[in-house]
């Protein structure tokens, strides 16, 4: 008796090797797309990082600013203690008043700060993209309170936009 699951099979000398091929650009294939994600995460995270840093240095050079001091080292030392240190090579911290855009260009109440970041990237230069740059940036207004009356010096005010008091 002839055994049933012993079958012979063809295969033409052509088509030796196929799935050899498809499994090599399966993991170049996927190669791809682990950089992809690796990478546009890093640069993710650190514009986010650097949103930030801009933000709090914008913030800090405003307060010093009201209080007299040297705002400008305050915004550089808040820069650097968010990991940007104005080395020049990795980042470059820009400090702006009046800001050079955006809606306040030329007001001189404000300050307008921009981090600039140069990330390296890990699989980036297997496609000829060595690093990516990131901006961040922040403005905040620096004027001083004002005290006065409020509201003509009447007691009793209504808020609402449509009343009839």
Known sequence: MKNLFSKTINHKK????????????????????????????????????????????????????????????????????????????????ELNTPPINGPYVGNSEYIQVIITSYLKTYFGPVIGVPQTINVGQAVSQSKPAEYGQMFNGYAVVSLAPHSDC
């Open 14 to 93: 052509s088509e030796q090797g196929q799935a050899l091929i498809l499994i090599v650009f399966s993991i170049i294939g996927l190669l791809g797309v682990s950089a992809l994600a690796i990478d546009g995460g890093n640069a993710y995270v650190d514009r986010r990082k650097a949103e930030t840093a801009a933000s709090a240095a914008a913030l800090t050079a405003s307060i010093t600013r009201i209080e007299g001091g040297n705002w400008r080292s305050a915004a550089l030392a808040t820069a650097k203690t968010n990991g940007y240190n104005n080395d020049g090579v990795t980042n470059i911290v």
